[in-house]
T-cell receptor, first 114, second 113 residues
Framework: EAGVAQSPRYKIIEKRQSVAFWCNPI?????LYWYQQILGQGPKLLIQ????????DSQLPKDRFSAERLKGVDSTLKIQPAKLEDSAVYLC????????????FGSGTRLTVV | QKEVEQDPGPLSVPEGAIVSLNCTYS??????FMWYRQYSRKGPELLMY????GNKEDGRFTAQVDKSSKYISLFIRDSQPSDSATYLC?????????????FGGGTRLMVKP
């Protein structure tokens, strides 16, 4: 079974620029999550999708972050404009039915904002 | 106060030692308690999960939950250099589409040969 694919692996941008991350979940997984992991901290949930609908985006900074999951498969997370404090690893995870033991994380995109 | 607190370490032990990793939490609504292992530049992977208070064993790993004290532990016996990683505790609350995880900050473990 292929894992959760994320790209790019690394990205360096200047503050106030925009950036987009892409995630391809495990085939058939209905639930998709984006987490932000700042260096030395645990992952923090940004947004949860069930198919192509948003279930929880209460911790997403909506003034600069946006996410979509078209057709209930791939997802993109965008930051516009980026701030220095957005430097982090952005992890995508998917789950077949929302159960935590079915969670599979991708390797993440490491974003550095300079 | 964070919902889940975890000592960041780093924790350095010799090979073969018993390792104890701990988390405390404040939200009584948490239902499941998990331990994830995260190697450098990789995503977290689930090691163990428990639901009720008590112990659960899986090979060299034992997870312990004390709901009355809001305290969970992970013990690693006969630690190996390959166990060197960051260990994250996580706890879940069900929402209308499954489980939402709240993570601790992680403890970095180094097992020296």
């Amino acid at each position: 079974e292929a894992g959760v694919a994320q790209s790019p692996r690394y990205k360096i941008i200047e503050k106030r620029q925009s950036v987009a991350f892409w995630c391809n979940p495990i085939s058939g997984h209905a639930t998709l999550y984006w987490y932000q992991q700042i260096l030395g901290q645990g992952p923090k949930l940004l947004i949860q999708f069930q198919n192509n609908g948003v279930v929880d985006d209460s911790q997403l900074p909506k003034d600069r972050f946006s996410a979509e999951r078209l057709k209930g498969v791939d997802s993109t997370l965008k930051i516009q404009p980026a701030k220095l404090e957005d430097s982090a690893v952005y992890l995508c995870a998917s789950s077949l039915d929302g159960s935590f033991y079915g969670y599979t994380f991708g390797s993440g995109t490491r974003l550095t904002v300079v | 106060q964070k919902e889940v607190e975890q000592d960041p370490g780093p924790l350095s032990v010799p090979e073969g030692a018993i390792v104890s990793l701990n988390c405390t939490y404040s939200n009584s609504a948490f239902q499941y308690f998990m331990w994830y292992r995260q190697y450098s530049r990789k995503g977290p992977e689930l090691l163990m999960y428990t639901y009720s208070s008590g112990n659960k064993e899986d090979g060299r790993f034992t997870a312990q939950v004390d709901k009355s004290s809001k305290y969970i532990s992970l013990f690693i016996r006969d630690s190996q250099p390959s166990d060197s990683a960051t260990y994250l505790c996580a706890m879940s609350v069900a929402n209308n589409a499954g489980n939402m995880l709240t993570f601790g900050g992680g403890t970095r473990l180094m097992v020296k040969p």
